[in-house]
């Protein structure tokens, strides 16, 4: 079953990686049991699915997520069962994904014009105006 993260865009379950580990937090005694933890890998620096823009986006946005061989690691723990746990580190990868797939704004640098720039000066004389002002003066 594929993964759709946009609509030109799939991922194959076979490049996923799903390994269950203890988890710490809620549980009680069974937490020591049973393996609910959901640890999810995916080798993006190899994957075929993904165009080669994402593919170094989205290892520059798993920041310490990513292994050095380009293998993105999420560990989920928040739910009680394996299953939501599967299911939650599935939703974070495909959001890591569609972050990365977001083409940022192109903006063009701008400067301030010449009249913003005389009433910032102006702002600033007032201001040091009202500080020399409140400086003490001793008349005698």
Not at 79 to 103: C, G, K, S, W, Y
Not at 123 to 135: D, E, F, V
Request: glycine share 6%; proline share 5%; aromatic share 4%.
């Amino acid at each position: 079953m594929a993964i759709s993260i946009l609509p030109s865009l799939t991922l194959p379950d076979s490049e996923l990686e799903v390994s269950y580990i203890l988890a710490s937090g809620p549980g009680g005694q069974n937490v020591n049991k049973v393996a609910t933890a959901a640890q999810l890998r995916f080798n993006a620096a190899l994957s075929p699915s993904l165009p080669e823009r994402i593919r170094i986006r989205v290892l520059e946005l798993a920041g310490t997520k990513a292994t050095r061989d380009g293998v993105i690691v999420i560990t989920a723990r928040r739910f009680r069962t394996q299953l939501r746990n599967r299911e939650d580190a599935i939703e974070r990868l495909v959001a890591l994904i569609r972050e990365a797939a977001h083409r940022p704004a192109f903006r063009v640098a701008t400067r301030p014009g010449r009249a913003a720039r005389q009433r910032r000066l102006d702002g600033k004389a007032h201001r040091a105006t009202i500080k020399r002002g409140r400086s003490a003066r001793f008349d005698d």
